[in-house]
């Protein structure tokens, strides 16, 4: 009887290691309740290195400077009204491995359903005096949800890599430069919208995507956004109840580039 | 009224020994400083341009009191700071408010006691901002509204056709709101803006640091307004209305603790001033001097471009394309002759700011003025419609957008021309379409 007790517990601590290997070394997902509408989720950032800084401090001003940021620049492209409206929620629990594993299917399903367009998982690595290195994952949850439906197209995980400037790691500074977010949100806003047929907001969400994205983003997503692009268009324009502006445009042309 | 009766500041070195090198301001060119409490704000009815600024409130937690003291401080910097600034384009008053014990400022309720007090076609700038602290550094942020009374913000030119109707195109600013990128201070500098704005509210004899002065009167509960008659190197020479103090303030030191560095959004205030005040015309006798200003602007501008770091907003770096572009237009004898150097503003704003659909519509007034007034290009007036295209894609519920490419159709229809920009059919079926898209919407 002994005997069959310890067997089972090393059965369980063996499953149990199996999976913590599977979901990444320290991974830990928890639910992050957020209000209702358009939401990103900002996990809180794990550490590593000897010079360990202030992690509730950095978390803070991660979500201080998105949130600001939020109020800047996308107040002239939400869509109106409450549906419109996109809430940054601090995750103070959740810690996701960085390498995107897991977000499987079912996960990215039960974002998709709370509306999450965005999850963003932050690894930073601060030695000595060396500059800090931050690993950041973008998780666009439309287009991953997209890519396990169709079982094509790009993954939906973005990852880049930040260095600080100077000798010390300064995350601050380097957060400020973390730019990236508004296209993805942008993004998972169009390809969610361009899911559901509501199609002038996903034409905006997806231009202005696209209007942003520079040379260095993944060229998988830019052809999805062009053909979801396209796609929206032509259904707008051969739906008879829709008696819109998007009629006006060139189904070859989706996103006009309006500068010479 | 006995406060300052005895603390009469006569200033006989001010009117002798300096009265070559300072800038005397004439009467009637309205130039003023005021404080008043939130709830009861005013404005210079007098002045073209009126900059309120409030106090910046800490948002965070604040370890005994020092950042509520500093955002009081800073917002008396900014005012002198803008004023100084602002001098240039005479008619200007700047007024910081103060908040009490009982209640707090809210930049919403003071713009609204505020939008009865604008006279028509005159500017305000409203000034705000917060700060928020974390370990050892401070942020401070800043937020600017700028309007004019009864006039709305937006560049607005007509054609006349062939048919002698007027055809009008409307281009709003992509914003009239800003909200600027967050500033890490130390507490250095908080402990540097508390000297400061001590010794900026020393009213002295003459512009000399080592001369003894008198505080500067400031109730908080009660307004106070004092006219500058005259400037020199960083100095105003101020009188309070009721003639109870007068005297030299310095309201600019760079070398102690350089504020437009710190923050490069004043650079942008400026600039916005310059726009307002342009727009304004004559105000009290006082004309706008348009080429002086618009060089002004130009060199604001710069200065902004030059000091605001790599994570500042986009639209705010755009705002000031847009105004450069705007004050070039305005300033010149004739959009003909300016409209090449307002467009590259106007590229460059949409560059800067890619994804927002007002900079696109705005930027398609250019190609329009080039086809109609400059030359017969067609590939000007299919520009022009690939842009508001453009505009209309990003955000399709830009109805102004529409409205524009509805009236450009509606004017190329009845403009000759041998080599036009769509064919006749083609055009007609274009206007026809967006018209009705236009109609649905209304």
């Known amino acids: ?260 | 009224m006995s406060r300052g009766l005895g603390t009469r500041i006569r200033t006989a070195l001010a009117g002798t020994v300096l009265a070559a090198l300072a800038i005397i301001i004439a009467p009637e060119r309205a130039i003023a400083m005021g404080g008043a409490p939130c709830e009861d704000p005013f404005l210079f009815s007098s002045a073209a341009v009126n900059a309120v600024v409030l106090p910046f409130r800490n948002s965070g937690p604040d370890h005994g009191g020092q950042l509520s003291e500093a955002g009081a401080s800073l917002a008396t910097l900014m005012q002198l700071e803008v004023l100084m600034s602002l001098i240039k384009y005479q008619s200007v008053g700047a007024v910081v408010l103060r908040e009490n014990e009982r209640e707090g400022c809210d930049a919403v309720k003071v713009l609204k006691s505020l939008n009865g007090q604008i006279v028509p076609g005159h500017g305000l700038i409203l000034i705000w901002g917060r700060l928020y602290e974390q370990e050892d550094q401070v942020y401070v942020q800043t937020y600017a509204r700028f309007l004019r009374g009864k006039h709305s913000e937006e560049f607005e030119f007509g054609l006349t056709g062939n048919n002698d109707n007027l055809y009008t195109f409307k281009a709003p600013l992509p914003t009239t709101s800003l909200a600027f990128a967050p500033r890490r201070l130390s507490y250095d500098d908080i402990e540097q803006i508390k000297v400061e704005f001590r010794e900026a509210t020393l009213v002295r004899p003459s512009p000399d640091p080592d001369a003894d002065g008198e505080v500067l009167h400031q109730d908080p509960d009660l307004p106070f307004a004092y006219t500058v008659t005259r400037v020199h190197d960083g100095w105003m020479y101020v009188n309070e209305r009721n003639g109870i103090q007068e005297g030299w303030i310095r309201a600019r030191n760079e070398s102690a603790w350089p504020l437009r560095r710190k923050m490069p959004e004043l650079a942008l205030i400026d600039a916005i001033a310059g726009y307002l005040r342009l727009r304004a015309g004559e105000a009290q006798g006082v004309p706008s001097a348009p080429s002086a200003t618009a060089a002004n602007v130009r060199r604001a501008i710069e200065m902004y471009r030059e000091y605001s770091g790599e994570e500042e907003s986009a639209i705010a770096e755009a705002t000031a394309s847009v105004l450069q572009g705007l004050v070039i237009l305005e300033s010149a004898p004739s959009l003909e002759s300016a409209i090449e150097e307002a467009s590259k503003e106007f590229s460059r704003a949409a560059e800067q700011a890619p994804s927002d659909t007002l900079v696109r519509n705005l930027a398609a007034m250019s190609p329009i003025i080039r086809y109609a007034r400059i030359n017969d290009n067609p590939k000007h007036a299919q520009e022009a419609v690939q842009m508001l295209l453009t505009a209309l894609s990003l955000d399709p519920d830009n109805t102004q957008a529409l409205i524009n490419l509805e009236t450009l159709y509606d004017y190329l229809r009845q403009r000759p021309s041998d080599s036009p920009a769509f064919a006749p059919s083609e055009l007609e079926r274009r206007w026809e379409q967006v018209k009705t898209i236009r109609l649905n919407i209304d």
């Open chain 1, 1 to 260: 009887m002994y005997c069959r007790s310890r067997g089972v517990q090393l059965f369980v601590a063996i499953l149990a290691l199996g999976l913590m290997l599977s979901s990444g070394a320290g991974a830990t997902i928890t639910d992050c309740p957020g209000p209702v509408g358009f939401k990103v989720y900002l996990d809180k950032p794990s550490i590593a290195g000897n010079q360990v800084p202030d992690i509730e401090f950095l978390f803070n001003e991660l979500y201080f400077l998105f949130d600001e940021r939020k109020e800047r620049e996308w107040v002239e492209w939400l869509p109106s009204g409450d549906a419109g409206s996109i809430t940054f929620v601090q995750c103070k629990q959740r810690q996701p491995s960085i390498d995107g594993s897991d977000f499987d299917s079912p996960l990215v399903d039960l974002l998709y359903n709370e509306d999450v367009l965005v999850e963003l998982v932050a690894s930073l690595h601060a030695s000595g005096n060396s500059a800090g290195v931050a690993h950041l994952s973008f998780v666009v949850v439309p287009v991953r949800q997209l890519h396990f439906e169709k079982s094509n197209g790009p993954d939906g995980l973005f990852r880049t890599r930040l260095t600080t400037s100077g000798a010390q790691a300064d995350f601050v500074e380097l957060f400020k430069r973390v730019r990236r977010i508004d296209h993805y949100v942008a993004a998972g806003l169009g390809v969610k919208a361009a899911r559901q047929g509501d199609y002038e907001v996903a034409q905006g969400g997806l231009c202005r995507s696209l209007a942003t994205l520079g040379n260095d983003a993944s060229r998988a997503l830019i052809d999805l956004l062009s053909v979801l692009a396209v796609q929206n268009l032509v259904s707008a324009q051969a739906d008879n109840r829709y008696k819109g502006p998007l009629l006006l445009l060139d189904s070859t042309q989706p996103c006009p580039k309006g500068l010479p």
